[in-house]
Structures are given as C-alpha cells and as structure tokens.
C-alpha cells in the first residue's frame, strides 16, 4: 500500500473518530455507545498525537545531532524544532480531555 494512501486513511479514520465524539459529546443525555465513542475519539486523538510527535522528533532529532556536528553555534534553533514536534502531543493531550 502506498505511504500517502496509508496516511490518508489514517488521517480519516482519526477525523470521524473525532467527529463521533464531538457529535455525541454535543447531546445533554448520552447513553453508553455514545459515552464510548466519545472515549474511542478521544483515545485516538491522543494516541495519533503522541505517535506523529514520536515521529516528529525522531526525524528532526536525528537531523539536529548530525547538524550539530557541522554548526555546534545553533544548537538553540535545532532544540526549538525538537520542541515544536513535541508540542503535537501536548494539543492532542488538550484535545483528547475537552473531548472527554
């Protein structure tokens, strides 16, 4: 399977786990499949967060020791862009608890 079709569908499956959550989140009542979908969206938006952060910062903290070899004098902007991957899972943290 292609790497772009894979991600498209994730992506997909990550919307309308979101979706079904928000919506059955919106009603006063809920009854128990809605309270679990809910927990579904909010599971999964979270641990899609925290797997695209993993991702993120292996791939940019690999990048930043080989760059630090050559440019030990930016090592402040590579440690920003590790950072910036690592802020992914903490919106999906915020996000799986307004879902909830």
Same mark, same amino acid.
């Given at each position: 399977?292609?790497?772009?079709?894979?991600?498209?569908?994730?992506?997909?499956? /990550? @919307?309308?786990?979101?979706?079904?959550?928000?919506?059955?989140? /919106?009603?006063?009542?809920?009854?128990? !499949?809605?309270?679990?979908?809910?927990? !579904?969206?909010?599971?999964?938006?979270?641990?899609?967060?925290?797997?695209?952060?993993?991702?993120?910062?292996? @791939?940019?903290?690999?990048?930043?020791?080989?760059? &630090?070899?050559?440019?030990?004098?930016?090592?402040? *902007?590579?440690?920003?862009? &590790?950072?910036?991957?690592?802020? !992914?899972? &903490?919106?999906?943290?915020? *996000?799986?608890?307004?879902?909830?």
């Amino acid at each position: 399977m292609n790497k772009n079709v894979l991600r498209l569908l994730v992506a997909c499956v /990550a @919307l309308i786990a979101v979706f079904a959550s928000v919506i059955a989140h /919106a009603q006063t009542a809920l009854t128990p !499949i809605q309270k679990g979908l809910s927990r !579904i969206g909010a599971g999964l938006a979270f641990g899609l967060a925290a797997a695209g952060a993993g991702i993120g910062v292996g @791939l940019a903290g690999a990048a930043a020791i080989g760059a &630090i070899i050559e440019r030990r004098d930016l090592f402040a *902007m590579y440690l920003l862009f &590790i950072a910036l991957a690592e802020a !992914i899972a &903490i919106y999906g943290f915020a *996000m799986a608890f307004i879902l909830m």
